[in-house]
């Protein structure tokens, strides 16, 4: 089992910055793929990016590409998303995941970050 924390969330203005962090603990970190996803009220939660064990190979929804980065560092079990131009339509509950391969779901998630953008 591997145990993951979210944080960084908040309120920020339509433009502004904010960078993610999840925690992982439990099981080696670099054995998993790891994503975020988000939730807005009233929608179904959806795909943000995801990241490969080494960090070799990440992945975006179109909605997101150009703004947000995913990254990891293995040292310290965490991944991050850096999210840049942020807009209102990205008001969410943010929530990071692992999976052990592609073959597999993601099957272990954070509890969540809310993540509020102003216009």
């Known amino acids: 089992q591997v145990q993951l924390v979210e944080s960084g969330g908040g309120l920020v203005q339509a433009g502004g910055s904010l960078r993610l962090s999840c925690a992982a603990s439990g099981r080696t970190f670099s054995n998993y793929i790891m994503g975020w996803f988000r939730q807005a009220p009233g929608k179904e939660r959806e795909f943000v990016a995801s990241?490969?064990?080494?960090?070799?190979?990440?992945y975006y929804a179109d909605s997101v590409k150009g703004r947000f980065t995913i990254s990891r560092d293995n040292a310290k079990n965490t991944v991050y998303l850096q999210m840049n131009s942020l807009k209102p339509e990205d008001t969410a509950v943010y929530y990071c995941?692992?999976?052990?391969?592609?073959?597999?779901?993601?099957?272990?998630w954070g509890q969540g970050t809310q993540v509020t953008v102003s216009s």
């Open positions: 990241i490969t064990w080494s960090g070799g190979n990440t």
């Open positions: 995941a692992a999976r052990w391969s592609f073959k597999n779901g993601y099957d272990h």
